[in-house]
Nanobody, 127 residues
Framework: QVQLLESGGGLVQAGGSLRLSCAASGRSFSSYAMGWFRQPPGNEREFVAA????????YYAESMKGRFTISRDNAKNTVYLQMNSLKPDDTAVYYCAAGRTYYSDAVYHNAYDYDTWGQGTQVTVSS
């Protein structure tokens, strides 16, 4: 099983960009579908983006399309979330998640499809 550690969060002005990283330790990282979720203050955790094993398939929440990009580098055991045109509504704790799967092109947007979670990184967007 992998362990996940997010980094790259911080304070940014509206319209700015951040890149989050999620480093995985352990074996078989390339057998995991990966996802990003976020939890805004006072709200439920919500899906942001997902990527398949080899990175060929991606999936985004509607409000993130065109602004966020998920990618992965299996050689570095790392998944990224590039966030552009940030808005105050993007303020949240962002979590990385890993889901073991046998399907190379699988992407998952439900939290229950993921069995390993990072501790989260805070992103704050000021207006």
């Amino acid at each position: 099983q992998v362990q996940l550690l997010e980094s790259g969060g911080g304070l940014v002005q509206a319209g700015g960009s951040l890149r989050l990283s999620c480093a995985a330790s352990g074996r078989s990282f390339s057998s995991y579908a990966m996802g990003w979720f976020r939890q805004p203050p006072g709200n439920e955790r919500e899906f942001v983006a997902a990527i398949s094993w080899g990175g060929r398939s991606t999936y985004y929440a509607e409000s993130m399309k065109g602004r966020f990009t998920i990618s992965r580098d299996n050689a570095k055991n790392t998944v990224y979330l590039q966030m552009n045109s940030l808005k105050p509504d993007d303020t949240a704790v962002y979590y990385c998640a890993a889901g073991r799967t046998y399907y190379s092109d699988a992407v998952y947007h439900n939290a229950y499809d993921y069995d390993t979670w990072g501790q989260g990184t805070q992103v704050t967007v000021s207006s």
